[in-house]
């Protein structure tokens, strides 16, 4: 179909921006692991800050740049195979249908898309300013941590706290701070999302993934209406999961008036990076699979 269509595979796309966020999470790691709460140095801090500050500039424009291609290519890309199967299955096209829904709807995703990786590469920055803070309270040796009830906070205060009174040097706490920020940067977790801590590899691809899958089920819908056709079809995959195992190869009906089938209430995807879609049928496509099953 990406031959057909003169689209690249939306594989290839998110592998594309999967790459770049992987980079600047090991980008950003190479930086902050410079930084020694045993040894710190508030100038080589500040340049370590600076530089990953370019990095987050740097991932917002390649961000907004991925976005705008892909949503669109997503789009258009559900919107052909779906126009292609109703003129197949003989659906009328209404005259009535206006086009510019195809547009509003692949500039909401563009929107959603855009506000789901910026506001992710501002917890980034966020998160890295968090661990120069807490390698500047590390490095001071501090018993009392002001609390803004976070957990490396607590975990830090207890670790000088415990130093302290089984009488070891103050070195003994910073090394085991730093060992302890340490595993957190080889994590890579510097996005906060409902709660959940994710690396950028794993949020950048699962935005990509699920975002594009919403893009191109409301492709399905509107060419469905832009051709008065009213069934739809979710895939089939083997072993879905039990979220997906209620709708896995159900059919719906998209204005709710069908005798037989019901109302399309859930849609895919179903969950982030869910993998169900959803394929325009007809009662006369339905008979001939039935016929020839």
Known sequence: M???TGLIPMREKIEELERVYYRTQKEIAVEL??????????LKAIK???????????LNRMAIRWVKESVPMAYKKSYIVSKTRLEILGARKDVLFNPQKHRLSIDDYIERTMKDLVNANQSIKNNVNMYLYLSRRASAGLMQIQQ????????????????????RERAYASKRIH?????????????????RNYNLRGYSKMVARTRLRQAQTD?????????????????QHANPCDECAP???????????????????????YHP??????????????????AYA
Not at 219 to 235: F, G, I, P, Y
Not at 251 to 259: D, K, R, W
Not at 278 to 290: D, F, Q
């Open 2 to 4: 990406a031959e057909r």
């Open 33 to 42: 692991l410079t930084i020694d709460p045993s040894n710190f140095l508030e």
């Open 48 to 58: 370590a800050q600076n530089r990953i500050d370019i990095l987050i500039r740097g």
């Open 148 to 167: 803004f009830g976070i957990d490396d906070e607590e975990i830090i205060s207890s670790i000088i706290t415990d130093a302290m009174e089984a009488g």
């Open 179 to 195: 060992e302890y920020l340490r595993l957190k940067l080889l994590d890579g977790k510097f996005i906060d999302k409902a709660g």
């Open 219 to 235: 492709a399905v819908k509107n060419t469905c209406e832009q051709h008065e056709n009213d069934l739809v079809q979710v895939s």
């Open 247 to 269: 709708y896995e190869g159900q059919i719906y009906s998209l204005s709710g008036s069908h005798p037989e089938y019901p109302l399309l209430t859930e849609e895919p995807p």
């Open 273 to 290: 990076n869910c993998e169900h879609d959803l394929s325009p049928t007809s009662e006369l496509a339905i008979g001939y699979r039935e």
